[in-house]
């Protein structure tokens, strides 16, 4: 379980949100909406150990985060705008090193029917500096696949993707979520969110109660730079 009690982050002098208080049971997809400039990215990165927050806490599993350190990371996998990939190592390499900082045991045969799922058959081999920008993206996205993390934080993760990739990442994330994962994600695209427990984190100016749905949750605060 993941737990979010009156989290506060600030950007400079500009206050994000505050007071924001969440939990999530195993089997659920929490999406995070706003506008630009709303908080999504760093309160994604706060959830992920990356940002210290202003106040507040975060626990996993009834620990406060801070004190797991490690044991946290290692069931963390975070997705960010960058798709930390090194350009001279090929698509294989990447995803070999990307494994042991995960701390996950990824064969040889697993990496490439990872790379494979993902539709990079024949370009396992390759530089990626020599791959497209969806290519890249794809292999960053076949971590997920060697991955043994419960909760997985993914921002943006649809963009720069063609329609065969964004349908492969939705089943990888609906299955995650099927065998009791959680993921937390922001999107912008309009895809189809339709994985185990559906819930959404409204961040910035309240939304509209007549547009809300059952189990939506309101970030509080948005004040103007």
């Not at 695209?189 to 984190?201: C, D, K, N």
Request: charged share 25%.
């Amino acid at each position: 379980m993941l737990e979010v009690v009156d989290l506060e982050c600030r950007r400079g002098d500009r206050l994000l949100f505050s007071g924001l208080s969440f939990n999530l049971e195993p089997g659920t997809l929490l999406h995070v909406r706003g506008r630009n400039g709303s908080g999504k990215t760093t309160l994604l990165r706060t959830l992920c150990g990356l940002l210290t927050p202003d106040a507040g806490d975060i626990l996993w599993n009834g620990e406060n985060v801070r004190r797991l350190g490690e044991d946290f990371h290692r069931d963390t996998l975070y997705f960010g705008h960058l798709n930390g990939i090194k350009s001279d190592l090929t698509a294989s390499e990447n995803l070999s090193v990307s494994a042991i900082l995960d701390g996950d045991r990824a064969e040889e045969a697993d990496i490439l029917a990872a790379l494979d799922q993902m539709g990079l058959t024949g370009f396992e081999d390759l530089p990626t500096k020599m791959l497209s920008q969806g290519q890249k993206k794809r292999v960053a996205l076949a971590r997920l696949l060697l991955s043994q993390a419960p909760l997985w934080i993914l921002d943006e993760p649809f963009t720069a993707l063609d329609l065969d990739a964004v349908d492969r990442l939705q089943m990888l994330i609906a299955q995650h979520v099927a065998e009791d994962g959680l993921t937390i994600l922001t999107t912008h695209q309009e895809v189809p969110l339709t994985s185990g427990q559906i819930r959404r984190l409204h961040l910035g100016a309240p939304q509209d109660a007549s547009s809300r749905q059952p189990g939506d949750l309101v970030g509080d605060t948005e004040v103007s730079a």
